[in-house]
C-alpha cells in the first residue's frame, strides 16, 4: 500500500511559479512510476504530467509542455512538480499519484490534493 501526499499549493498570479511536493510512504516508491493530475472545478479530471521508476522518462499533456517539470527523488520518496509561466487555466486540484504504469488513465494510488490557485 502506497500513502500519497502532497503539498506546495497556494495562490500564485499569472506568470509566477509554484514547485509542488508529494511525500510517498517508504518502502517501494522507487517500483513505481509517479504522475500528477489535476481536476478544475466543474471539469473532468486530466492528466498533466508522468515519470517512471528510474526518472529517465517523462511524459507530459500537451497544456504543460515547455512550462511544467516532473522529477523525483528516490532517495527522498518524493517527487515534484515545477509549474512555471503559470496561467488562469492551471487553477485546479492537483493530485499526486502511483502506479506500475507510467500512463495509467486511473492510477492505483491517488494523494488528497493540493489547490492550485492562479489569479490573472
Known amino acids: 500500500q502506497v500513502q500519497l501526499v502532497e503539498s506546495g499549493g497556494g495562490l500564485v498570479q499569472a506568470g509566477g511559479s509554484l514547485r509542488l511536493s508529494c511525500a510517498a510512504s517508504?518502502?517501494?516508491?522507487?517500483?513505481?512510476?509517479m504522475g500528477w493530475f489535476r481536476q478544475a472545478p466543474g471539469k473532468e479530471r486530466e492528466f498533466v504530467a508522468s515519470?517512471?521508476?528510474?526518472?529517465?522518462?517523462?511524459y507530459y499533456a500537451d497544456a504543460v509542455k515547455g512550462r511544467f517539470t516532473i522529477s523525483r527523488d528516490n532517495a527522498k520518496n518524493t517527487v515534484y512538480l515545477q509549474m512555471n509561466s503559470l496561467k488562469p487555466e492551471d487553477t485546479a486540484v492537483y493530485y499526486c499519484?502511483?502506479?506500475?504504469?507510467?500512463?495509467?488513465?486511473?492510477?492505483?494510488?491517488w494523494g488528497q490534493g493540493t489547490q492550485v490557485t492562479v489569479s490573472s
Open positions: 515519470i517512471n521508476w528510474s526518472g529517465d522518462t517523462t
Open positions: 517508504k518502502g517501494t516508491f522507487s517500483r513505481y512510476a
Open positions: 499519484t502511483a502506479d506500475f504504469r507510467v500512463l495509467a488513465t486511473t492510477p492505483a494510488y
